[in-house]
């Protein structure tokens, strides 16, 4: 296993759109250990592929307690969305920046697992927050997208000078 390297906003890498896996091979299983590993090592309950800079539709969350309940999610789709809710979320990919997000309060999630094994899974609270924010990133989009210009400007700008290092 590895430890792998995540995409600091703004890197335009994240902006990539991430393209459906065709065949759940040994590459696929150990891309998803190493993001297992990543999103534990981070700590952060969720990573999307993009984040490591593989534009494959792969997604790994853990939002359990005991952080012992691993869900795999490959070429994920949405199927419905009810409600809505606000959540003050974070990014891996944006450390130190936490803003309120408003997305669907519940999902239907149609995806495959770490054997390729269709599955439909309906999500609410945390969860269905968290895999909208990882389905955003295989779309090249990242949370802070959804604020204000005024805000996109200050948090780039912080992070630019946070990578410089001063
Ligand atoms: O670790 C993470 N925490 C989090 C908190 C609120 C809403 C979303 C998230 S996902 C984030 C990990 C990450 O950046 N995934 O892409
Ligand atoms: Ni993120």
New binding site residues.
């Given amino acids: 296993m590895a430890i792998l390297n995540i995409l600091q906003y703004p890197d335009p890498r994240l902006y990539t759109v991430a393209k459906p896996v065709d065949n759940v091979d040994a590459k696929v299983k150990k891309l998803i250990d190493d993001m297992a590993e990543t999103m534990y090592d981070a700590p ?5 592929a993009t ?1 490591v800079n593989v534009h494959q539709q792969i997604i790994v969350i853990d939002t359990s307690e005991n952080k012992k309940d691993l869900q795999v999610f490959i070429n994920p789709r949405i199927n419905t969305k009810v409600g809505s809710q606000d ?1 003050e ?5 944006v450390p130190g920046v936490y803003e309120t997000v408003t997305r669907a309060d519940s999902i239907v999630v149609e995806a495959l697992d770490r054997n390729g094994k269709p599955f439909k899974i309906e999500a609410d609270g945390l969860l269905a ?2 895999i909208q ?2 389905m955003d ?1 295989l779309l090249g989009k990242v949370f802070v997208q959804y604020l204000s210009p005024l805000k996109q400007n200050r948090i780039k700008t912080k992070m630019q000078k946070m990578q410089r290092g001063r």
């Fill in positions: 952060g309950i969720g990573l999307a984040q959540y979320e974070g990014c891996l990919s927050v968290c924010h990882e990133h």
